[in-house]
């Protein structure tokens, strides 16, 4: 059961192709270079590689415009690359989890061209059309602001086309059995090339009714059964990392009652209780959202991150509390986007404070899931806020003080480098944090190296366990008769953890051991966004252990 359910204790590493290495020197990253860089992955403890689409695409919105699901785009590579690529990770212990982006295409897509020409063809169906505006043009945008519409007029159509992103993807009529079929074929040329599983794209749009008449959209979960089903046919372990950010009520909707529908989705309800809880010191509202996101089945995995390659979405937040997070990561204009978020890395949020840093990434990796690291984060990369909308945190792995951090050796890199400010490459590196025993990056390794060791967090019970300071998150976790304890401290001033536990308490982290007093009291005195891992239970055998080695 365990080797079968990987997902479960994996270290997920989310990555784009074009901007992780380039191999030659063209300015843009590709897969001969990511392939170059997998000894880097594994030493990190990385278990899975989820590479952002790299499919062929004119590149309006990051490659989810796609124009050509059965091929990589030639910036990056041919499918010869990406087939060595996957072998080489498998050799590595590595699964690769790819973006599946099929709630829309580019308006440059052959199918959606042929829709467009010719009435009578098969694709016309395939894409959402009306012959006049429908009354509800102008709501239900994906991105206020920036997107005026839903509906665009195509002249050679003669027809308007609904799109729920940009007016160049429009979207796919995913009733439509046809569309289905693709799908299903999509997502079987892909894992016979070695993948192990899609990160699904917008899954609440994927499966909605779409239409000019449809007020309310319906969502259509058995198609969710229908890619699951696929994989297991096709590779038994593959898995679906659905991005869904639905209120707890649905969870289980997506997940399946039973289990038979996506195996993994990421926990936005947390993510953003979260983020609030670190704003405002208090972690009452992050307990509430692990309470309410705790009924899932036994098969299922949440998947925790901090910061992913969209904005920050506070959009779950009441109105004051994401005011707090905007005053406290945000408070700039230019920082926010789409009024519902923030578009920075987490670096630059958190003010590049290590104690913050440390505390924000041991919470995604105590939390009850699977974490979700993103490229640069674990060497606490910026970002560029001179870039448009959500490409500020997109730019290229800094490697080295090399010229363009040792991204490319190309005159002029396609996606700018961070050359200046605190986040520089002179002062943001891979290489120059590898050579430093206490570096954020060196940090990392060594509690990722923990955490996959800790399986009570991917495959136990987990509760939150109450203590008088609401600046403190205390959780518990139990599986075949062992237990783990983890305090976090998300205040800025010294915080004392007062509890009652029969067994003496083991750091995993350090030698900080707690032995309990008189009734099982004890008393964790946390620094400021301090923290603590603790396995219950043992402490005897380490004195011991101390005693013997006479240390």
Not at 182 to 207: C, H, N
Not at 328 to 356: H, S, V
């Amino acid at each position: 059961m365990i080797n079968d359910l990987w997902y479960k204790n994996a270290i997920i590493y989310c990555l784009s192709v074009g901007s992780f290495q380039d191999s030659n020197g063209d300015g843009i990253g590709d897969f001969q270079g990511l392939g170059r860089r997998l000894d880097y992955l594994q030493g990190l403890g990385v278990t899975a590689v989820w590479l952002m689409p790299f499919q062929t695409s004119p590149c309006k919105d990051g490659g989810y415009d796609i124009s050509d699901y059965y091929n990589v785009d030639p910036r990056y590579g041919t499918l010869g690359d990406f087939v060595e690529f996957t072998h080489a990770a498998h050799q590595r212990g590595m699964r690769v989890l790819i973006d599946l982006v099929v709630n829309h295409t580019s308006d440059q897509h052959p199918w959606f061209r042929e829709a467009c020409r010719d009435p009578a063809s098969k694709y016309r169906d395939w894409y959402v059309w009306s012959k006049t505006r429908p009354a509800n043009a102008n709501e239900g945008m994906v991105f206020p602001g920036v997107q005026k519409s839903t509906w665009n007029y195509q002249k050679k159509a003669k027809a308007w086309y609904f799109h729920r992103f940009y007016d160049f993807q429009p979207d796919l009529d995913t009733s439509n059995p046809y569309v289905q079929a693709e799908i299903l074929k999509i997502m079987g040329f892909w894992t016979q090339l070695g993948v192990s599983g899609f990160r699904m794209d917008a899954v609440p749009f994927v499966i909605s009714t779409k239409g000019a008449d449809v007020r309310k959209p319906k969502e259509q979960f058995d198609m969710l059964r229908s890619f699951r089903e696929l994989l297991q046919w096709r590779q038994g372990d593959a898995i679906i990392l659905g991005e869904a950010n639905v209120l707890p009520k649905d969870d289980l909707e997506y997940f399946g009652d039973d289990g038979d529908r996506l195996q993994m989705m990421f926990n936005f309800q947390v993510n953003q209780n979260l983020f609030y809880a670190l704003a405002a010191a208090d972690v009452r509202p992050l307990a509430g959202a692990l309470e309410k996101t705790k009924p899932r089945p036994a098969t299922a995995q949440w998947a925790m991150f901090l910061r992913n390659h969209d904005e920050l979405d506070l959009g779950r937040l009441t109105q004051r509390q994401r005011d707090r997070v905007f005053a406290e990561f945000g408070p700039d204009k230019d920082m926010q986007l789409y009024d519902r978020g923030i578009r920075r890395r987490l670096a630059p949020m958190l003010r590049n404070d290590r104690r913050r840093l440390e505390l924000a990434y041991s919470l995604m990796l105590t939390l009850p899931g699977t974490p979700v690291i993103r490229y640069g984060d674990e060497i606490g990369m910026g970002d560029d806020l001179s870039l448009p909308e959500r490409e500020c945190a997109r730019t290229p792995m800094q490697w080295s003080t090399e010229r363009h951090a040792g991204f490319t050796d190309a005159r002029r890199p396609v996606s700018k480098v961070i050359a200046e400010g605190p986040f520089g490459f002179a002062h943001v590196n891979v290489a120059e944090q590898r050579r430093d025993p206490g570096s954020l990056l060196n940090w990392m390794e060594r509690v990722i190296r923990m955490r996959k060791e800790i399986l009570e967090v991917s495959w136990g019970d987990f509760e939150v366990l109450p203590l008088d300071d609401n600046a403190i998150l205390m959780l518990r976790y139990t599986w075949r008769g062992n237990s783990v304890l983890f305090l976090h401290n998300l205040s800025d001033a010294p915080c004392e953890a007062v509890f009652t536990l029969a067994d003496n308490l083991v750091n995993l982290l350090s030698d900080d051991h707690s032995e309990a007093e008189g009734k099982g009291k004890h008393r964790i005195l946390l620094e400021p966004y301090g923290y603590r891992w603790f396995r219950e239970g043992g402490l005897g055998y380490i004195l011991k252990r101390k005693e013997v080695d006479g240390v």
